[in-house]
């Protein structure tokens, strides 16, 4: 049998990422985004994996029109091969423990869901349903960012709230990005030869959106998001944990109101609250070499609080195979890695500087000093982990 191929779509409220990804390569055939979906700007940007990028506007394009323009591009690079398509899914509740096969049972239940993920999962729905009409002949799998962490024990998602809460209304703790962890203990383990159902991991997943997880034997212990994904580490505009009680006395003390609550910690807080300069890494990084005092102390609360976040996360371990950094700041940010290394001394952990250094730009390996437990860089790819699910299901 030749090798095949999975459409990857990653529907946001305005947005659509794709990838073509082959089972036999690395490289995307065909990669991109359509965005400000909806609007007179809409456009479709695409790369080649021979590098050749272009774009196309494709003003008011809904979701479906902006597949119905990707799919003659999608079959002819597939050479007319396409086998299934992968849906990422934000939020798949507590019905969810791994990929699924779409049909209208499973499209009810991830409608059922969106309260837990208003912002998302509607989106993603939009884009599941455009896509089966265009593609009707074509599996569809949907891949759920919170499945990784249902093996979660009760006592890491439960709150220390009112029962009926869990009980009726399903608040507790998700987790998210659970693609990205597996995707990188499964690469972890086969780089320091150990079987990933016999080995533990504490991973670090660094990008706009940052979280931790704790893995062990393959399965995920605990995380650092919740509910939603604003709980945990500080992130790019993201609070992370605050006091609960900060919604109550911002109402009482400033008079706002639980929308300006939501955006000011949602979006207007993080390295970009912290530095009043930006969520971008690279600028907060070039602006602390230039001694910009926000930066500056955006990278040291930003650091201080994945590291504490990684050493409660410990607590799921009862041994250490190595600390994994991913995402596009832990793949990417030698100073960002040895921060946060030099608050975790008491596990005993330590950076050996050239290979810290060397692992950037998608190089992959290991960074600890010698004799040290293993600290590595591992490039996250969420695209092919959801082309691999959906051609497990298509293989079952
Ligand atoms: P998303 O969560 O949207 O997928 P990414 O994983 O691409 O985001 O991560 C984006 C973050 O990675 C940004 O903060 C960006 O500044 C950071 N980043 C990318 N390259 C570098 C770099 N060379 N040094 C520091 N940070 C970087």
Request: net charge neutral.
């Given at each position: 049998?030749?090798?095949?191929?999975?459409?990857v779509?990653?529907?946001?409220?305005?947005?659509?990422?794709?990838?073509?990804?082959?089972?036999?390569?690395?490289?995307?055939p065909?990669?991109?985004?359509?965005?400000?979906?909806?609007?007179?700007?809409?456009?479709?940007?695409?790369?080649?994996?021979?590098?050749?990028?272009?774009?196309?506007?494709?003003?008011?394009?809904?979701?479906?029109?902006a597949?119905?323009?990707?799919?003659?591009?999608?079959?002819?690079?597939?050479?007319?091969?396409?086998?299934?398509?992968?849906?990422?899914v934000?939020?798949?509740?507590?019905?969810?423990?791994?990929?699924?096969?779409?049909?209208?049972?499973?499209?009810?239940?991830?409608?059922?869901?969106?309260?837990?993920?208003?912002?998302?999962?509607?989106?993603?729905?939009?884009?599941?349903?455009?896509?089966?009409?265009?593609?009707?002949?074509?599996?569809?799998?949907?891949?759920?960012?919170?499945?990784?962490?249902?093996?979660?024990?009760?006592?890491?998602?439960?709150?220390?709230?009112?029962?009926?809460l869990?009980?009726?209304?399903?608040?507790?703790?998700?987790?998210?990005?659970?693609?990205?962890?597996?995707?990188?203990?499964?690469?972890?383990?086969?780089?320091?030869?150990?079987?990933?159902?016999?080995?533990?991991?504490?991973?670090?997943?660094?990008?706009?959106?940052?979280?931790?997880?704790?893995?062990?034997?393959?399965?995920?212990?605990?995380?650092?998001?919740g509910?939603?994904?604003?709980?945990?580490?500080?992130m790019?505009?993201?609070?992370?944990?605050?006091?609960?009680?900060?919604?109550?006395?911002?109402?009482?003390?400033?008079?706002?109101?639980?929308?300006?609550?939501?955006?000011?910690?949602?979006?207007?807080?993080?390295?970009?609250?912290?530095?009043?300069?930006?969520?971008?890494?690279?600028?907060?990084?070039?602006?602390?070499?230039?001694?910009?005092?926000?930066?500056?102390?955006?990278?040291?609360?930003?650091?201080?609080?994945?590291?504490?976040?990684l050493?409660?996360?410990?607590?799921?371990l009862?041994?250490?195979?190595?600390?994994?950094?991913?995402?596009?700041?832990?793949?990417?940010?030698?100073?960002?890695?040895?921060?946060?290394?030099?608050?975790?001394?008491?596990?005993?952990?330590?950076?050996?500087?050239?290979?810290?250094?060397?692992?950037?730009?998608?190089?992959?390996?290991?960074?600890?000093?010698?004799?040290?437990?293993?600290?590595?860089?591992?490039?996250?790819?969420?695209?092919?982990?959801?082309?691999?699910?959906?051609?497990?299901?298509?293989?079952?």
């Open positions: 049998m030749s090798a095949r191929n999975i459409l779509v990653n529907c946001g409220s305005s947005s659509i990422k794709f990838a073509l990804v082959n089972e036999a390569h690395s490289q995307f065909l990669s991109g985004l359509a965005e400000r979906l909806g609007t007179a700007d809409a456009v479709l940007h695409w790369q080649r994996s021979s590098g050749e990028k272009d774009s196309m506007l494709i003003p008011n394009a809904d979701h479906r029109a597949l119905s323009q990707l799919l003659p591009m999608v079959n002819s690079v597939a050479g007319g091969q396409l086998h299934g398509i992968g849906h990422r934000v939020h798949g509740g507590e019905f969810f423990t791994q990929a699924t096969r779409i049909d209208h049972k499973v499209l009810s239940a991830i409608s059922a869901t969106a309260p837990l993920a208003p912002l998302h999962n509607p989106a993603n729905l939009q884009g599941i349903e455009a896509a089966m009409k265009l593609f009707p002949c074509l599996p569809h799998v949907a891949v759920f960012d919170t499945a990784f962490h249902q093996t979660l024990p009760e006592h890491a998602f439960r709150y220390a709230l009112p029962d009926h869990y009980r009726q209304h399903g608040v507790r703790r998700y987790g998210f990005h659970g693609t990205s962890h597996r995707f990188v203990s499964h690469r972890a383990a086969s780089m320091a030869n150990l079987a990933v159902g016999d080995s533990s991991w504490l991973s670090a997943h660094l990008g706009n959106g940052c979280s931790t997880c704790a893995i062990v034997n393959g399965q995920s212990r605990d995380t650092s998001m509910l939603t994904p604003l709980e945990g580490v500080a790019g505009t993201r609070s992370g944990d605050v006091d609960p009680n900060l919604h109550s006395h911002l109402a009482r003390a400033l008079g706002w109101n639980l929308e300006q609550i939501d955006r000011m910690l949602n979006n207007d807080s993080g390295v970009k609250g912290l530095s009043g300069l930006s969520n971008d890494m690279r600028t907060l990084e070039q602006a602390r070499e230039q001694g910009h005092a926000g930066a500056t102390l955006a990278i040291e609360v930003f650091c201080y609080r994945v590291a504490k976040s050493a409660a996360m410990a607590c799921a009862s041994q250490l195979d190595g600390l994994i950094f991913t995402g596009g700041i832990g793949e990417n940010s030698p100073l960002i890695r040895r921060k946060i290394v030099e608050h975790l001394r008491l596990f005993n952990l330590e950076l050996d500087s050239e290979a810290n250094a060397r692992c950037i730009r998608g190089v992959s390996g290991f960074i600890q000093a010698y004799g040290r437990p293993r600290v590595l860089v591992v490039p996250t790819n969420e695209e092919r982990q959801i082309a691999l699910d959906t051609l497990g299901l298509l293989d079952a």
